[in-house]
């Protein structure tokens, strides 16, 4: 089982000096949101971004984590 806090220190140590936001959309533990502010986003189109969140997961997406939503978006964008 992977954790709330796992999720969020896994995409702060991957991406340092972002914000990162990690809801449990269902309460069951592998439905999960992520809202990530990151300047390592800047440049890349949404596919990207979302790969490198997903990347850092492995097989827990899928598994574990059945369920990964993800928003991820520069300091200076005003939408997701």
């Given at each position: 089982?992977?954790?709330?806090?796992?999720?969020?220190?896994?995409?702060?140590?991957?991406?340092?000096?972002?914000?990162?936001?990690?809801?449990?959309?269902?309460?069951?533990?592998?439905?999960?949101?992520?809202?990530?502010?990151?300047?390592?986003?800047?440049?890349?189109?949404p596919l990207e971004r979302h790969r490198m969140i997903?990347?850092?997961?492995g097989a827990d997406v899928g598994g574990a984590i059945?369920?990964?939503?993800?928003?991820?978006?520069?300091?200076?964008?005003?939408?997701?």
């Amino acid at each position: 089982m992977i954790t709330l806090e796992t999720i969020q220190k896994t995409i702060e140590s991957n991406l340092p000096g972002s914000q990162v936001q990690v809801v449990d959309l269902t309460g069951t533990g592998d439905h999960i949101e992520v809202t990530v502010v990151s300047k390592d986003f800047e440049g890349k189109s949404p596919l990207e971004r979302h790969r490198m969140i997903y990347n850092m997961f492995g097989a827990d997406v899928g598994g574990a984590i059945h369920a990964l939503s993800i928003k991820a978006r520069t300091p200076d964008a005003k939408t997701p």
